[in-house]
Nanobody
């Protein structure tokens, strides 16, 4: 069983930055694909970014060049560095760990609000 706990959300002005963290239990990075998703009010949950166990990264077009997904080995955490934030980035951000067709774990989410 994998447990994922997100933190780092909050209120930020447009153009600002936030750093989200997803603390994971166990050796998740060597086994699972890790990623970030988000869900805005009234919208479906959407993919933001992912990182494979080999370190390959994929980003949604809407965040390319602004967001960076990485791994904090010391804290066994998945990081999402978000820069140049826009109001349309406002959403609940979820951490996910999965193996295609087998395991699928989600965190509880952290709220990000971009507003002046």
């Amino acid at each position: 069983q994998v447990q994922l706990v997100e933190s780092g959300g909050g209120l930020v002005q447009p153009g600002g930055s936030l750093r989200l963290s997803c603390a994971a239990s166990g050796s998740v990075f060597s086994t699972y694909v890790m990623g970030w998703y988000r869900q805005a009010p009234g919208k479906e949950r959407e993919f933001v970014a992912s990182r494979t166990s080999a370190g390959n990264r994929v980003y949604a077009d809407s965040v390319k060049g602004r967001f960076t997904i990485s791994r904090d080995n010391a804290k066994n955490a998945l990081i999402l560095q978000m820069n140049t934030l826009k109001p349309e980035d406002t959403a609940v951000y979820y951490c996910r760990a999965w193996t295609p067709g087998q395991y699928d774990y989600w965190g509880q989410g952290t709220q990000v609000t971009v507003s002046s």
